[in-house]
């Protein structure tokens, strides 16, 4: 089948959602559909290149920033003769990310459109459903969404008038999205959780919301050479930063020690005071690291802990750190205890308990070297036999095949 993909990111190594996408061009490429990528063309890279069949058209696709809005602006590429041929040329049109004003160009040649969440969006005009000011689960429905939305982006550290610029922006435009998905022939999401919670506030999508976990990344064993611990999501509220920051200082007063470090990626570097004071309470910060640098903050952590706090669809770094063959502490939330279930190297506490949390990270320093190892190891084979990338493509094939019949 002729498979067009919209997606604004299209990288190996971004996000959950972008490397899922990544994921499947390069699946259903090896199955001998016939693929197309349009997507966000960087400063250095070339218009259009293939790679083993795969072909990737790279335009100017953002007016500014990297917002999930910043497509909407384009409409002489939606309205181009290139564009159009595409879209005869397609047999189903597939978008990964916030490219939802496609599927009205994709409507009008009266071609199926397959939408993937990997996030709250329908129901969440920041996609996390979760309000900052209450630190709990958002029950809002949208447009009622101004005072979370403005609480969460001045928590993040945005300036007064630019949450104030997305506030409005999310709660008009976010609305327009979620009429936009309801357009689509089929929505996939990555977890029973995320489609329970869909349903639940969208109760009009239950036909359209198929599950199909997301494929996994071809990555090798890690050795473990030390035994500290990795926390890969940065200072985001929603990931749980601040719980991790109360378990580390609940751990120092309670066994009178500093000996947990904890390797944080995706922080800014760049402010030397701020690493100090993280460096005080166990946390080695690191900004965006590469490949190479990944692998060996790797090597030096025997846990990743995932202490989140808002729904989290599915979890990436659970399963890429299965995958590494490490063992995980996570938040009981969302679809993580979906994707660590049947790992016996997983261990599950109440989101937001950091006391909870604490006692965790006890029992995991004091596991030996050995025993670590053989549960990371074990680790490993439960989560690629339970997540076969052959099954995966499968489904979501038959998906595709659905809508276009």
């Known amino acids: 089948m002729n498979v067009l993909i919209l997606s604004e990111m299209f990288y190996p190594h971004g996000s959950g959602g972008e490397l899922a996408t990544f994921l499947y061009s390069q699946l259903l490429n090896e199955a001998g559909n016939k693929i197309v990528v349009v997507t966000n063309r960087f400063q250095g890279e070339p218009e259009s290149s293939k790679n083993r069949g795969l072909q990737i058209y790279r335009l100017p696709l953002f007016v500014a920033g990297e917002g999930k809005y910043s497509t909407l602006g384009r409409f002489d590429i939606l309205f181009s003769s290139y564009f159009k041929k595409l879209l005869k040329w397609a047999d189903v049109v597939y978008i990964p990310k916030y490219w939802y004003s496609a599927i009205i160009m994709a409507k009008i040649y009266h071609k199926p459109v ?50 104030f610029a997305s506030s409005i922006l999310n709660d008009t435009v976010g609305s327009c999205f ?13 977890s029973e959780s995320q489609r329970n919670l869909l349903i639940k506030n969208v109760p009009a999508l239950r036909e359209k919301i198929h599950t199909i976990y997301n494929p996994l990344p071809n990555l090798p064993y890690t050795k473990i050479n030390d035994d500290d611990f990795g926390y890969f999501g940065g200072p985001k509220i929603q990931k749980g930063f601040h719980v991790l920051c109360q378990a580390l200082a609940c751990y120092r007063e309670r066994v009178n020690s500093t000996s947990v470090k904890v390797h944080s990626t995706c922080f800014n570097t760049a402010n030397a005071e701020y690493v100090k004071q993280l460096e005080l309470r166990g946390i080695i910060a690191y900004g965006k690291v590469d490949e190479i640098s990944y692998g060996n903050i790797y ?14 669809v599915y979890g990436y770094v659970a399963s890429e750190a299965f995958i590494r063959g490490r063992l995980v502490i996570a938040s009981s939330i969302g679809g993580l205890p979906e994707v660590t279930a049947g790992c016996p190297g997983a261990l599950l506490f109440r989101p937001g308990d950091y006391r909870e949390l604490s006692d965790q990270l006890d029992i995991v320093k004091g596991l030996s070297r050995e025993r670590a190892v053989d549960l990371g190891a074990r680790n490993r084979e439960v989560i690629l036999k339970k997540y076969s990338n052959k099954i995966i493509i499968e489904q979501f094939m038959d998906l595709l095949a659905r809508v276009i019949d």
Do not use: T
């Open 178 to 190: 979620s009429q936009a998905i309801k357009l689509s022939n089929a929505i996939i999401v990555v």
């Open 299 to 312: 090597r030096k952590i025997r846990a990743v802990i995932i202490p989140s706090v808002w729904p989290e």
């Open 114 to 163: 397959v939408v993937h969440s990997h996030g709250l969006l329908p129901i969440c005009p920041l996609s996390i459903a979760y309000d900052v000011s209450r630190k709990k689960i958002c029950s809002n429905k949208m447009p009622f969404c101004l005072s979370c939305i403005y609480n969460y982006e001045r928590a993040s550290g945005r300036r007064l008038l630019q949450s």
